[in-house]
């Protein structure tokens, strides 16, 4: 189906594959940001991710240990932050901001032996006969696993934070440190979990960029996307399935405004490349305004340092 020199089929189909980094990374935030803890410095986790698994990909061959070094490499950066933040104390915006200048620093000189290298290409899941479904085959049975696993990992931290005893203390960390410590939880250990499921996310995220969406490395190639992640998370309040709904928008225009340049609109381009930044964050707010009511309000305790002895 097309409509005005664009593919409405294709468009749904792309904007899954275009969502993935986004929602994986905004996944993993808010789970951060449930523990109490803000990291702005998921656009440096998700950067490393990129070059660790695009790095990992081409010497093994294996694009699944790219991911799984993308994800570790994220996770390992999200420690750091921890340590600072909740070992030595230092502010969390101050040091979310050095982690994304350390990451996108470091990425570039890790990254400049990979430039014009093509990663081991990823397979898509063969869903045998689901796959040639008029529509539905392309739009829901076209994809590769990470597609599906971002998908699954929101409904199980939505299922885990809402109904399992990990996720109440979790959300009782980020709620009352204080009360929750004097309760017996052990904050601080909390706290570096959150955060280095949190950077796992992000770094995945960033390896799905360079070895998919891309599928090359290019130095800065997050290009924003951390801090479109941290914003979704805010005006979903702290929401799973309306990070989920945030993430896809912002994947929907990107789709979008790449069809647009290809069907010839006589339009920049620098306006079509910034327009799934300003659109994703415009119809958040509108939509945060309207159900204003319904809005959760962000954890007590985020951005607060834990003092073990108060």
């Known amino acids: 189906m097309i409509v005005g020199g664009i593919d409405i089929i294709t468009l749904t189909a792309t904007l899954m594959g275009a969502s993935t980094p986004v929602l994986l990374a905004a996944t993993g935030e808010l789970v951060a940001e449930k523990s109490g803890v803000l990291n702005l410095g998921v656009e440096g986790m998700m950067i490393m991710g990129a070059v660790a698994g695009f790095a990992a990909a081409v010497a093994t061959g294996s694009p699944v240990l790219g991911f799984l070094m993308g994800a570790i490499a994220g996770a390992l950066l999200a420690t750091l932050f921890a340590f600072l933040t909740q070992k030595l104390l230092s502010n969390q915006v101050a040091t979310g901001l050095a982690l994304t200048l350390f990451g996108l620093g470091l990425s570039a000189l890790i990254g400049k032996g990979y430039e014009g290298v093509r990663p081991p290409p990823t397979a898509k899941i063969d869903f045998g006969p689901l796959s040639d479904i008029p529509v539905l085959g392309r739009i829901l049975f076209s994809h590769d696993w990470i597609v599906y696993l971002s998908l699954i990992l929101v409904a199980v931290v939505w299922y885990v934070l809402r109904s399992t005893r990990a996720g109440l203390i979790l959300r009782a960390v980020g709620e009352s440190h204080d009360a929750a410590h004097a309760l017996g939880y052990r904050v601080v250990a909390v706290r570096f979990a959150a955060l280095a499921f949190g950077g796992a996310l992000a770094g995945l995220g960033g ?97 607060k340092s834990f003092h073990a002895s108060s």
């Not at 998919?212 to 996307?225: F, I, K």
């Not at 509108?286 to 962000?298: D, E, F, K, N, P």
Request: net charge positive; no cysteine; aromatic share 10%.
């Open 207 to 303: 390896a799905y960029l360079s070895l998919v969406r891309v599928p090359q490395w290019t130095e800065g190639m997050t290009a924003g996307a951390g801090w479109i992640a941290l914003a979704i998370v805010v005006f979903a309040s702290w929401r799973p399935w309306r990070v989920l709904l945030g993430a896809y928008l912002f994947g929907g225009i990107t789709a979008l405004q790449l069809q647009l340049q290809a069907a010839g609109y006589a339009i920049p381009v620098h306006i079509l490349s910034m327009a799934p930044y300003v659109i994703t964050i415009v119809v958040l707010v509108i939509l945060s305004a309207i159900h204003r009511h319904g809005v959760q309000a962000a954890p007590a305790s985020l951005g």
